[in-house]
């Protein structure tokens, strides 16, 4: 596949949108490391922040990348994750 990169003036050498343009392959090309989690939440918790998740096989890394956060008298969030 090919993309049409258009200009931005943030990105000055074709070694810099090289850099970058692999940097975006390497976290979305494989679609399985994504998390999703529903679970009573933590306000302190940031995006880019690590977190780890133990399944009934194995332990897995995660950064943060988005987190919805209700309170209705219980707290809940809705956490969205990358496999680092």
Known sequence: LSFEFPANPLVQTVEMAEEIAGK?????????RNLELDWRGNPALLLGNVITVVDSREKNDYKV???EIE??????ARLTGRRM
């Open 24 to 32: 975006l392959l390497e976290i979305f090309k494989d679609p399985r």
């Open 65 to 67: 990348v988005r987190q």
């Open 71 to 76: 309170y209705d008298g219980t707290l809940r």
